[in-house]
């Protein structure tokens, strides 16, 4: 298998879903009086938030547990408890989403029970022998794991309602219990012993209570197995699969604009911190939009909003918004359909010789995007030290971060990969740029939603000395997914290959990242030189350290320019 090229996304669904719902740092004190070093949060408000999680736990409602556990991971970086919480209240909520999925509860009912068995009895084989650590994947491993998801599932009312019938509060307490206490004890070390358990398994549920679909008790263990292994490893059936070949559904989530329908109209929702929209558009929570691409959404729905957004005008979205009272005048927001990665380019704080540039993804266009934009800065404004800013960046393409970090360094390792197999197996990925890497100074701002890709950026110009980190300790997503496809449910052309997927795949970690002077990242972050909790601060404590650094770079060359001219302006002093 071929892995240079074809690293994907490193923010999996897991990651997605736990920094998507994570709100902004928390500030440790007043906005300018917290000190380099010693960011303090609140403790009312991390016992607030812990009570929050604590009493979600108890009342079952994991949605909103998980939520109030990323909080409390933002606020309380340091409690041992607070990640395996986290990740515990992560894969209750992949289950409650698995069954309430329409596209998953089909495949279920139209796998057969011995379908089911073959598709466990793949993963039991490849994943042991592709997860980046062996030991941790032992099939003996992956049984107990998938035996606490399936204890799980036949514990919530949605799996009951939808697979099994006649199961007595007594009978499900009985299989909860032999699910707990009796299966794990059994030895399983291959598919073939994985065939006789399962069906044993299988046969004691039907002996207590009406098993309606019994291939969903196996499905529901290979979830287990998979998802046990970390956050970030997850089954994936065969409607999400295919997805990866789609084109995503429209929205504007990229651009960091959140749509809401409320009461027959469309507003914005929010607009996240820090995204592009929130650098270049004037819009705000709250805003009402009065027409989408050209439609009125005096009657918007759900699929009438995804008609309008797949029918951008010009590469644009355009949105009429009324910012205000009802009566207030619209104002005529477009919004590229193709979203630049690098933005928010200009000076920072006003200072002259001091440059800003935000990267808010990493993507395959960045690093020429990064070349342009320092380019720009340095010829129009005369620039002599950068503050990069990967604040909220959750990553995006491994190599394309990789490629970005190579604009800073000359030479050296950026990050070594650590797995099982050859391709990933102590590999040292290093710059050889040499003179052509940008010599500018460099601040690089860092918080709790800086992750994946944009923590190996971090972690190596951290090591190399190359840039100062200020902000808040980052994510610390240190690893990588790759697709792993089964195929022991598909069809086969003539020449034996699988056609379509039937079976589905699982999104594997196969390898860990480490820093250059062989930091491990995932679990850990990397920590900031400069710790300080409130954004507005992480951005003056930047722009400070960078006129520090001005004398340290030589005076470019300036372009005359218009004082009109959009880049001409200093950055506003914003999250």
Same mark, same amino acid.
């Given at each position: 298998?071929?892995?240079?090229?074809?690293?994907?996304?490193?923010?999996?669904?897991?990651?997605?879903?736990?920094?998507?719902?994570? +709100?902004?740092?928390?500030?440790?004190?007043?906005?300018?009086?917290?000190?380099?070093?010693?960011?303090?949060?609140?403790?009312?408000?991390?016992?607030?938030?812990? %009570?929050?999680?604590?009493?979600?736990?108890?009342?079952?409602?994991?949605?909103?547990?998980?939520?109030? =556990?990323?909080?409390?991971?933002?606020?309380?970086?340091?409690?041992?408890?607070?990640?395996?919480?986290?990740?515990?209240?992560?894969?209750?909520?992949?289950?409650?989403?698995?069954?309430?999925?329409?596209? =998953?509860?089909?495949?279920?009912?139209?796998?057969?029970?011995?379908?089911?068995?073959?598709?466990?009895?793949?993963?039991?084989?490849?994943? +042991?022998?592709? =997860?980046?650590?062996?030991?941790?994947?032992?099939?003996?491993?992956?049984?107990?794991?998938?035996?606490?998801?399936?204890?799980?599932?036949?514990?919530?009312?949605?799996?009951?309602?939808? /697979?099994?019938?006649?199961?007595?509060?007594?009978?499900?307490?009985?299989?909860? #219990?032999?699910?707990?206490?009796?299966?794990?004890?059994?030895?399983?070390?291959?598919?073939?012993?994985?065939?006789?358990?399962?069906?044993?398994?299988?046969?004691?549920?039907?002996?207590?209570?009406?098993?309606? $679909?019994?291939?969903?008790?196996?499905?529901? &263990?290979?979830?287990?197995?998979?998802?046990?292994?970390?956050?970030?490893?997850?089954?994936?059936?065969?409607?999400?699969?295919? $997805?990866?070949?789609?084109?995503?559904?429209?929205?504007?989530?990229?651009?960091? *604009? =959140?749509?809401?329908?409320?009461?027959?109209?469309?507003?914005?929702?929010?607009?996240?911190?820090?995204?592009?929209?929130?650098?270049?558009?004037?819009?705000?929570?709250?805003?009402?939009?009065?027409? %989408?691409?050209?439609?009125?959404?005096?009657?918007?729905?759900?699929?009438?909003?995804?008609?309008?957004?797949?029918?951008?005008?010009?590469?644009?979205? @355009?949105?009429?918004?009324?910012?205000?009272?009802?009566?207030?005048?619209?104002?005529?927001?477009?919004?590229?359909?193709? *979203?630049?990665?690098?933005?928010?380019?200009? #000076?920072?704080?006003?200072?002259?010789?001091?440059?800003?540039?935000?990267?808010?993804?990493?993507?395959?266009? #960045?690093?020429?995007?990064?070349?342009?934009?320092?380019?720009?800065?340095?010829?129009?404004?005369?620039?002599?030290?950068?503050?990069?800013?990967?604040?909220?960046?959750?990553?995006?393409?491994?190599?394309?971060?990789? @490629?970005?970090?190579?604009?800073?360094?000359?030479?050296?390792?950026?990050?070594?990969?650590?797995?099982?197999?050859?391709?990933?197996?102590?590999?040292?990925?290093? !710059?050889?740029?040499?003179?052509?890497?940008?010599?500018?100074?460099?601040?690089? &701002?860092?918080?709790?939603?800086?992750?994946?890709?944009?923590?190996?950026?971090?972690?190596? &110009?951290?090591?190399?000395?190359?840039?100062?980190?200020?902000?808040?300790?980052? /994510?610390?997503?240190?690893?990588?997914?790759?697709?792993?496809?089964?195929?022991?449910?598909?069809?086969?052309?003539?020449?034996?290959?699988?056609?379509?997927?039937?079976?589905?795949?699982?999104?594997?970690?196969?390898?860990?990242?480490?820093?250059?002077?062989?930091?491990?990242?995932?679990? *850990?972050?990397?920590?900031?030189?400069?710790?300080?909790?409130?954004?507005?601060?992480?951005?003056?404590?930047?722009?400070?350290?960078?006129?520090?650094?001005?004398?340290?770079?030589?005076?470019?060359?300036?372009?005359?320019?218009? +004082?009109? !001219?959009?880049?001409?302006?200093?950055?506003?002093?914003?999250?």
């Amino acid at each position: 298998m071929t892995v240079r090229g074809r690293f994907h996304r490193a923010g999996t669904t897991a990651v997605t879903l736990l920094l998507v719902v994570m +709100p902004a740092p928390l500030a440790g004190e007043e906005p300018g009086k917290s000190r380099p070093g010693r960011p303090v949060v609140a403790q009312p408000v991390v016992a607030q938030l812990r %009570l929050q999680a604590e009493t979600a736990e108890r009342n079952g409602d994991w949605e909103a547990a998980f939520a109030a =556990y990323c909080q409390l991971q933002v606020a309380d970086r340091g409690a041992p408890d607070v990640r395996d919480k986290l990740n515990a209240a992560l894969r209750r909520v992949q289950q409650l989403r698995r069954h309430s999925d329409p596209q =998953y509860l089909h495949f279920v009912q139209t796998t057969t029970l011995a379908d089911a068995i073959k598709l466990f009895g793949e993963v039991l084989t490849k994943v +042991p022998a592709l =997860y980046v650590d062996r030991d941790r994947a032992r099939p003996q491993i992956l049984w107990e794991h998938a035996l606490e998801e399936l204890a799980r599932a036949v514990g919530g009312v949605a799996f009951r309602q939808a /697979f099994l019938d006649g199961a007595s509060a007594d009978a499900v307490e009985r299989f909860s #219990t032999s699910l707990r206490v009796y299966w794990p004890k059994q030895t399983i070390t291959s598919a073939a012993d994985a065939r006789v358990l399962l069906r044993k398994l299988v046969a004691e549920a039907q002996s207590l209570f009406t098993v309606r $679909t019994p291939s969903a008790l196996v499905l529901e &263990l290979i979830c287990g197995a998979c998802g046990g292994l970390d956050e970030y490893t997850v089954y994936l059936n065969p409607s999400e699969w295919s $997805t990866e070949s789609l084109p995503a559904p429209a929205d504007l989530t990229a651009l960091g *604009v =959140y749509l809401r329908h409320s009461d027959g109209g469309l507003i914005i929702a929010g607009v996240a911190p820090g995204s592009w929209a929130a650098f270049h558009t004037p819009l705000r929570r709250g805003d009402r939009v009065i027409r %989408l691409n050209g439609r009125s959404t005096e009657t918007a729905s759900p699929s009438l909003t995804a008609e309008a957004l797949c029918n951008p005008i010009d590469g644009f979205h @355009e949105l009429e918004v009324a910012v205000g009272e009802p009566d207030s005048p619209s104002v005529l927001v477009r919004l590229p359909t193709q *979203v630049p990665s690098v933005y928010g380019i200009g #000076t920072a704080g006003g200072k002259d010789g001091v440059g800003y540039v935000r990267i808010g993804l990493f993507t395959a266009s #960045t690093a020429r995007e990064l070349d342009e934009a320092i380019a720009t800065l340095r010829s129009t404004h005369g620039v002599r030290v950068l503050v990069l800013d990967v604040r909220g960046n959750m990553g995006g393409s491994f190599l394309a971060g990789v @490629e970005a970090t190579k604009r800073f360094l000359p030479a050296g390792v950026i990050v070594t990969t650590r797995g099982q197999f050859a391709q990933v197996d102590n590999r040292p990925f290093s !710059s050889d740029s040499g003179p052509t890497a940008h010599d500018l100074p460099l601040v690089l &701002l860092v918080d709790a939603e800086t992750a994946s890709a944009a923590e190996v950026m971090a972690a190596a &110009l951290k090591d190399h000395n190359r840039a100062t980190l200020i902000g808040m300790p980052t /994510f610390g997503k240190g690893a990588i997914q790759y697709p792993v496809r089964l195929d022991s449910l598909d069809d086969r052309d003539a020449r034996g290959r699988p056609k379509t997927n039937k079976s589905g795949g699982v999104r594997l970690t196969i390898a860990r990242l480490f820093s250059p002077r062989g930091t491990a990242i995932n679990g *850990v972050g990397v920590t900031p030189d400069i710790l300080e909790a409130d954004p507005r601060r992480q951005l003056e404590l930047a722009v400070d350290k960078a006129i520090e650094l001005l004398p340290l770079s030589p005076i470019p060359p300036v372009s005359p320019v218009s +004082p009109m !001219s959009p880049t001409s302006r200093p950055l506003p002093m914003m999250p």
